[in-house]
């Protein structure tokens, strides 16, 4: 009786102290990682305000400077760092929900993909998805008859590239 229970608590034992190591791990690497961004962010303040201007801003790079206006949420032309953090948590947000996105359209292919060959005939799709039913000649690119994993990518950021062009005019 004793032993068994003995070795049950040894293992959880065991279990916790290897998630303390990997926490403890990782908040290292966040401090470290928040200790960098917090020497870029002093370097690149020339004028030590607390903020940068678009000048000041071009020491983070292009991508950065791309995306100055979005970052920018009070629209001073200035951005600070509770700005850029809003910025960088509202982009992780996005990412998590594209990462959801792509691994459920994988699934779905997997899915219907009947033969294994990695594309999806019009008979493995029958009606399944009627949006790709309806637009299977539009979709399929080069004409083999399959839709691919490629030309599904294809055909969803044209349509994204169309619905923000029709915003947009």
Request: glycine share 10%; with cysteine; hydrophobic share 35%.
């Amino acid at each position: 009786m004793f032993k068994p229970l003995f070795c049950t608590a040894l293992v959880l034992a065991s279990g916790f102290a290897l998630a303390q190591s990997g926490d403890a791990d990782r908040e290292a690497r966040r401090a470290e990682w928040q200790a960098k961004a917090e020497a870029r962010f002093a370097e690149a303040d020339t004028d030590r305000d607390g903020r940068l201007d678009r000048v000041e801003a071009r020491a983070f790079g292009e991508r950065f400077n791309k995306h100055f206006d979005r970052i920018d949420a009070n629209k001073d032309g200035e951005v600070d760092k509770q700005e850029i953090a809003q910025a960088r948590q509202h982009m992780r947000k996005g990412r998590h929900g594209m990462r959801a996105g792509m691994a459920y359209q994988r699934g779905l292919i997997k899915g219907m993909d009947d033969d294994g060959d990695g594309a999806i005939s019009r008979a493995e799709l029958g009606s399944k998805v009627p949006r790709w039913s309806d637009n299977f000649a539009t979709i399929d690119s080069n004409g083999d008859g399959e839709l691919s994993r490629e030309e599904l990518h294809a055909a969803k950021r044209a349509a994204r590239e169309e619905r923000q062009a029709s915003r947009e005019g």
